[in-house]
């Protein structure tokens, strides 16, 4: 299959096209590069630098390229930055989105598979959370996940669009060249992994009250291969006019603390650890019900030891302690 992957140049859209290519389908990458990065893309996949919400250009290239099938990454996806700039968020998350699919339209693509979020959920009431949940963005980041959901639904029910909805927890990990390089890096393990380099002077612990066994927020970390092999089956999977959404995780979360620990563990570190307020919006424990995928695409993940995840994050930080740039 030709699958034109937006995005495919960041973290998780980097592995996912490899594992696409592992899978025997023909990639073409579009990515303007504000934050991914050229040398993650992998060899066999051909690489246009643009802008992925360009309906003519998209249209234009889907043609040129043959492309049967869409995996979307490319998006905006600072919560904190998404409450500061709600306007910048929507428009290029919502609007690229749209000029997206105004392409897939004019060039009858109707596979489309996009990378979701937990955001969806806010505060979860029951966890682990499951795909029937109240869906109550706290953000403007979640919200504009949930905006293309609904659009993608509609599209399905009136156009013939076979989509499915990705809703990740907390990706991590690094596949084999292939890790997070975020500028600013904003997720908890590797901050806590530059702080073992050197690189900060300390790991700052937000929030050491709450109602969890040691007081720090609960978080499902599941690894990028396998949010990358989920893509490969969820396209797989597409059939016309219907759609699906599946929470990728490992269905058992970890705290703050224990992941601080592990880092020691792996590294040999000594890290400085500071406690500091709780962040407005964080939830307590935010843990993926994965069923829905096991069930319906095959789906489970691989890489489930912390101490993996954390071991494979090292090996990639640790030789390149400066990313890409290294």
């Known amino acids: 299959m030709n699958v034109l992957v937006t995005g495919g140049a960041g973290y998780i859209g980097s592995v996912t096209a490899q594992a696409l290519l592992d899978a025997g389908h023909r990639v ?28 003519t250009a998209m249209a234009r290239l889907m043609a040129e390229e043959g492309v049967e099938a869409v995996v979307h990454f490319a998006a905006l996806s600072l919560v904190g930055a998404s409450m500061r700039e ?44 499951p795909e029937t949940a109240e869906l109550r963005p706290e953000s403007v980041y979640g919200e504009t ?3 293309i959901e609904r659009l993608l639904g509609w599209l399905a029910g009136t156009q013939g669009l076979g989509y499915t909805a990705l809703r990740y927890f907390n990706a991590a990990g690094a596949a084999e060249g292939r890790g997070e390089d975020h500028d600013p890096e904003t997720h908890l393990i590797p901050l806590v992994l530059q702080a073992a380099l050197g690189k900060r002077d300390q790991v700052t612990v ?19 291969e396998d949010l990358a092999a989920a893509h490969v089956l969820a396209l797989e999977a597409l059939a016309p006019g219907r759609g699906a959404a599946y929470n990728l995780g490992n269905g058992e979360g970890f705290s ?27 939830p307590p424990v935010l843990v993926a019900d994965a069923s829905k995928a096991a069930a319906e695409l095959g789906w489970r993940p691989r890489r489930t030891s912390l101490e993996e995840i954390v071991a ?14 290294s």
């Open 86 to 129: 709600p306007l910048r968020y929507y428009r290029h998350n919502v609007g690229g989105a749209m000029g997206l699919l105004e392409a897939c339209a004019e060039a009858g693509v109707w596979r489309f598979v996009i990378s979701s979020t937990a955001a969806v959920y806010g505060t979860p009431a029951v966890v682990p959370v």
């Open 206 to 224: 937000f929030g050491t009250d709450y109602p969890t066994p040691d007081g720090t927020a609960v978080r499902d970390y599941v690894h990028v």
């Open 145 to 147: 996940k949930l905006a």
């Open 256 to 282: 703050v603390k224990q992941v601080v620990d592990v880092c020691r563990r792996v590294t040999g570190a000594d890290l400085r650890v500071v406690e500091a307020a709780r962040r407005p919006g964080d």
């Open 312 to 325: 494979s994050a090292w090996a990639w930080h640790s030789s390149r302690p400066d990313g890409y740039a």
């Open 28 to 55: 073409v990458v579009v990515d303007d590069l504000s934050t991914g990065h050229e040398g993650a893309v992998p060899q066999g996949a051909r690489l246009v630098v643009h802008d992925a919400g360009d309906a």
